[in-house]
């Protein structure tokens, strides 16, 4: 049985949601953060050396990081499904889709978390919060909203050539894309990125996950 060991406001939810797609029977351990530094608790490095979620165990094993379970529970358990055929352009755009999310698409969204919104409203003196406003706005706009603005322009037009992230058929590509294109919203610019992003939530696993209420 996969145990899903699932940290509140965590990305697990992707794993849910993939599991739930092809009919895998899981159980869920949840972790609660501390509820001052919203940090994980002891408890996951019991699991996972690094203590982070997500994270899943399967029998012995043990597996880490959002891409690496998707890809395990695709390869190991998915029997062809939700992966385009090995060899084919699909087949290389799935696997794509599945490293960018985390590698190229999280860190400036994580940036802009930071220089957006920890920094400008963190306790500090009050004579300290006017330089450290001006510099988030300063690192915002030359390097944190250009690049965001770069990944959702390739991203829109990725998907003008197929009705998903890996072709015309939803994929694990979809899964794993859904977390950096709802962290991040989604301008009018982007209709294309906008209707994956819709039709992806209307998914009946998603609505189910949902009501798991996790």
């Not at 509140?8 to 953060?33: A, C, F, H, M, T």
């Not at 698409?105 to 500090?124: D, E, H, N, Q």
């Not at 301008?187 to 992003?197: I, L, N, Y």
Request: glycine share 6%; hydrophobic share 45%; net charge positive.
């Amino acid at each position: 049985m996969i145990t899903v060991h699932h940290l509140n406001n965590s990305r697990s939810q992707r794993v849910l949601w993939l599991l739930e797609e092809l009919g895998i029977p899981y159980e869920i351990k949840k972790y609660q953060r501390d509820a001052k530094t919203m940090l994980a608790p002891p408890e996951l490095q019991k699991v996972h050396p690094l203590g982070k979620s997500p994270v899943i165990t399967d029998g012995g094993t043990a597996v880490a990081e959002s891409g690496a379970i998707l890809e395990y529970l695709i390869e190991r358990h998915g029997n062809g499904r939700l992966m385009p055929a090995a060899g084919t352009p699909e087949h290389l755009r799935a696997r794509y889709w599945l490293h960018f999310a985390e590698g190229s698409a999280m860190p400036p969204l994580l940036m802009k978390l930071i220089f957006g919104t920890v920094i400008p409203k963190a306790p500090m003196p009050f004579f300290a919060k006017p330089i450290a406003r001006a510099i988030s706005a300063k690192l915002m706009a030359l390097m944190v909203d250009p690049n965001l603005k770069r990944q959702l322009d390739f991203m829109e037009a990725e998907l003008g050539k197929s009705e998903w992230f890996a072709g015309n058929e939803f994929s694990v590509a979809d899964v794993q894309m859904s977390f950096p294109v709802e962290a991040d919203g989604l301008p009018e610019a982007h209709p294309r990125t906008a209707r994956v992003q819709a039709r992806a939530r209307a998914r009946w696993a998603v609505q189910f996950c949902k009501r798991l209420r996790l």
